[in-house]
């Protein structure tokens, strides 16, 4: 395997500058105007801003406001900068005189400067990004840290950054990603470049090809900043230039090369290799190189021990890698080598620290981002909290460094009490979904009990459980995702708990109604045990009144018939009884008047199918000695007064008698029956 550096800039990747402009910009020029920041930093500064949909904006007042932070970041002066816009599918820069597009562009190898019509058109896949970057993840890196860019525009161009220097197996993971990019139907689709960022660098893998001799000198006569080319390829040099040596022998045996071609070759060669290792730094006049480095180490520190910002460690990233940089410049050769890769050793760990300390701080402020800002699921919750514990386990993997223990412990403790809260919320949710499937179950118990119930204990029990169903859901707090989902079920349980609550209230009412009206029955079966006809008559009435004003859509309502026919007919019984009562009384009273007017004249008795009257002696003969003495007399007056008299009296009886519907059966003082009445119609 080799890996081939000739297609694309030595460039790094600032993510916490971008982090930084994006912010500022967000909170300063745009607002809530969507885009994304990306930087580079080789020869030049690159800042590629790209604008997600199609604004109006003002470029000009954009790009004076990124120079003014470029500035008091102490980077408008340290580095030559460009930025380019992404807008309408396009990427063009700020020309006061026009506007160009730079539609096809590319960076020119041989000195690096970004030409008009050169850079290639492409489209962020953003998605693709994230499906590669979890998948390697998943089955192939683990917890190596590392970031996917991808770009499609006339090839497909995958950017792989490998945030730690790792062990990697490059064609394992390329086949990998070759092999996800063929179950996506995108390996026939397009051409497709991947390069990979190691060690500060771009490569790429290339199984079948081996550089030339001509072609490693031409790179490094030609791109001062690839030097150390030459030497990770310093064997395959030695090979072929003995290869070479040994074809020189062989052809001067067969006199196949003259004298002239061989010294001409060599003394080229010759030149060549003086002149290359001549012009390296560091070979004459002390080392520049190892000051700058040392100066920008110190700048480091400077910053590192004013506050832990992102953006400070993001230019103390920045001036490590300038200073690891100028270090790699340095050759084998040089009398300052050892002590530039004692130094390059130094910083390189210092760098990592902080790239780690990074990569860790943007893994949880992501997590934290989506945390925050969307409703999610126990499931995707408990996998943000996973990925914010990754981070802090990331973080506390940082040691020997003092600055870097205090930024660790400060950040331990912030994100421990995120985890905190993400497991009071994961706690929240859960509770938020036991109560909903209580309310559920708690719902469908209701509606069994509501369709086997048929006295007032089951409607009581069917509310009581609505009553429970809307309790639950009222519990679900406002913050859950489960909370708007169950409000329309809230609304239909509210509703069933109403329509149950009506019900029972009016079988409350029907059988508190029964219960009045059976409690006037037994009134009037006691009265009718005491003979107490006129109160059983009430109680009787009184019973009727409440049974009659039982609801019919009730269990009391559908009983009652049977009752009602009941209370009726003892109600007729009772009437009669107390009719038959007053009538007797009432006929008595006629008797007792009739018997004892001036004297008693008869006594009587009355039986259930007569009446028997048995006259006085006296009273007869008194009547039969006044009508003779009348007759005697030819007293007229006296004898019409007796007939009116005895006229009155059979008159009276026979009234009697109609009323009671009985015989009256007039007896003498003997017992002899003189008479009967029997009732007329």
Known sequence: MVISMNTIPNTARLTTLEILLKRQLEKSALGSVLLSVNCFLGEVLLILVDFHNNYSLNLEKIEAFLYKILKQENLAHAYFIEIYYYINGKYCFLDLNQQSSLLDGTIDDSEEIVRINTIPNTTRLTDLEILLKKQLTKFILGSIPLSIN?????????????????????????????????QENLAHAYFIEIYYYINGEYCFLDLGKQPSLLEILAWQLFNKDRRFFVK??????????QGFIKSLHNNFKSNQLSWLVISGTLGTLTLLTIFYGLTRPCIFNGCSEIKQAQKLSDETEILLNNNTSNSDLNMARIKLESAIKLLDMIPFWSDYHQKSSQLKGKYQQRL????????????????????????????KLETTKKEIETGIKTITT???????DEVENKDHEKYSQSIEEINNKIALEKQAQKSLKQAEEAALLAQKRENTAHQLKDLELVYNTWLTATK???????????????????????????RAQQRKKQEEIAVRLYEEANNYSNLAQ???????????????????????KIPQNTFKGNQIQPFISTYNLSLNKATNQLNQL?????????LDTMCTMKQKICDYQITEESIKMKLESQYLEQVWMTALQAKAQGNLQIQVELLNHLSTFEHRLQKISNQTGKSIEVYNAQGNLMTVYHRQQ
Request: charged share 20%; glycine share 0%.
């Open 150 to 182: 991808c770009f499609l525009g006339e090839v497909l161009l995958i950017l792989v950054d490998f945030h730690n220097n790792d062990s990697l197996n490059l064609e394992k993971i390329e086949a990998f990603l070759y092999k996800i990019l063929k």
């Open 232 to 241: 990770k390829h310093k064997n395959l040099i030695m090979n072929w230039y």
């Open 352 to 379: 990592n620290n902080i790239v780690l300390l990074n990569s860790a701080r943007e893994q949880i402020d992501e997590a934290m981002y989506l945390y925050k800002n969307s409703s999610l699921s126990i499931e």
């Open 398 to 404: 940082i040691k020997n460094n003092q600055f870097l």
């Open 472 to 498: 639950r859901l009222q519990e679900i707090q406002p913050n859950t995702k489960v909370y708007q989902s169950s409000r329309p079920l809230l609304k239909t349980y509210l509703s069933h708990k109403t």
């Open 526 to 548: 006691k009265a009718e045990e005491n003979n107490q006809w006129s109160q059983a008559v009430n109680y009787w009435n009184m019973a009727m009144v409440y049974i009659k």
């Open 582 to 590: 007053t009538q007797s009384k009432t006929i008595n009273a006629e």
